[in-house]
C-alpha cells in the first residue's frame, strides 16, 4: 500500500503533484539537488495553498495539515522509506537514466519507482533498475492540481500489481487515469504535437497571424487555448525535446520540428518561463 510518496524534481510538475499527493493524504518527501530549492518549493506550495484559502477553496486547517504532510531534501537518502517515487527532472534520456540507477540503490525494494516523462521510453529507464517490473510511468499534465488526466504507462516489463497500484495511486489522487503501452508521445502527446508543429509551421509560412490561428483554433474547435499560447506554457524547450523522441521513434514528417522553434530555443525564447516565445509575457 503507498502511504508515503517521494517526488524528484522540484520545477512546476514537481511541486505541482507533491500538491496533489499532499492533498490526498499522502506524505510527501520533495527531492531537490539543492535544499534552498526545496525549501523555495515548499514556500511556493504554501503561497498556493494560501490562494486557495482566500479564495474560499480551502479551509486553513486543512491547508496546515497539508503542509504537515510536505517535507523537503537535498539528500537522495531521504526517499529510502518511500512506497513510490515520482522523477520529474529535465526531459532528457541519459539524466534520467542515471537518475533511476541512483533510485534503485537508495530507496527500499518493492517501492515502485515511476517517471513524470511525458514521451521517453519507460523501459530505458527500468532497465537501469533491478526491479524492472516495479517501473513504470505515471504522467501528470500541467498544471498538476488542475488537469484531470493521468496517463499510467506500461513498459514491457512492469507487472500488473505495479500498474493497478500506480492507477489506485491516481484515482486517490483525484485523477481520471489511461493505461496506455510504452510507445513515444503515448496517447495525448502522439496526437497533439503534430498539430502544434503545424500550427508554428502555418506561423512560419506566414499563413496567418499567431494571434489569428490562436484564435481560430479557439472560436473554431472551442479549445481554452490556441496551439501558440499552448506551446508558451508547455515551453518550446520541452516541446522540441517531446518532437525529436516522437520523430525518433516513428520517423513521421509531422514531428520533424519546425525550424522557427529550433530558432526560437537557440535565442532562448523559450515561453512562460523565460518570458518571451510566441507572445511577449514580460511585462
Known amino acids: 500500500m ?20 499532499a492533498k490526498a493524504g499522502y506524505e510527501v518527501v520533495l527531492r531537490s539537488r539543492k535544499q534552498a530549492t526545496a525549501d523555495a518549493t515548499i514556500a511556493g506550495l504554501e503561497k498556493s495553498l494560501a490562494k486557495q484559502v482566500e479564495k474560499g477553496r480551502l479551509s486553513e486547517e486543512d491547508r496546515d495539515s497539508i503542509l504537515a504532510r510536505v517535507s523537503g531534501t537535498e539528500r537522495i537518502s531521504d526517499l529510502a522509506d518511500c512506497d513510490l517515487v515520482i522523477e520529474s527532472v529535465v526531459e532528457d534520456l541519459a539524466t534520467k537514466r542515471a537518475l533511476f540507477l541512483e533510485l534503485d540503490h537508495a530507496v527500499k525494494a518493492g517501492a515502485i519507482l515511476a517517471t513524470n516523462t511525458s514521451t521517453l521510453p519507460v523501459v530505458e529507464m527500468a532497465v537501469e533498475t533491478g526491479r524492472p517490473d516495479r ?34 495511486f491516481a484515482e486517490k489522487c483525484g485523477k ?48 481554452p487555448m490556441g496551439p501558440l499560447a499552448l506551446l508558451d ?51
Open 2 to 21: 503507498i502511504k508515503r510518496v517521494g517526488i524528484c524534481g522540484s520545477g512546476i510538475m514537481g511541486s505541482g503533484i507533491a500538491e496533489v499527493a
Open 135 to 168: 517501473v513504470c510511468g505515471i504522467h501528470f499534465f500541467n498544471p498538476a492540481p488542475m488537469m484531470s488526466l493521468v496517463e499510467v504507462v506500461v513498459p514491457l516489463t512492469a507487472s500488473e500489481e505495479t500498474v493497478a497500484e500506480a492507477k489506485e
Open 233 to 283: 506554457l508547455v515551453g518550446l524547450d520541452t516541446s522540441v525535446a517531446i518532437l525529436d523522441a516522437l520523430y525518433d521513434e516513428f520517423r513521421d514528417p509531422n514531428y520533424s520540428t519546425v525550424p522557427l522553434m529550433r530558432r526560437m530555443v537557440s535565442a532562448g525564447q523559450l515561453g512562460r518561463k523565460s518570458g518571451k516565445g510566441f507572445y511577449d509575457y514580460s511585462r
Open 176 to 223: 481520471n487515469p489511461v493505461e496506455v503501452q510504452d510507445r513515444a508521445g503515448f496517447i495525448v502527446n502522439a496526437l497533439l504535437f503534430p498539430y502544434l508543429n503545424n500550427a508554428v509551421r502555418m506561423l512560419e509560412n506566414g499563413t496567418a497571424s499567431r494571434e489569428d490561428i490562436d484564435t481560430a483554433m479557439k472560436g473554431g474547435c472551442n479549445f
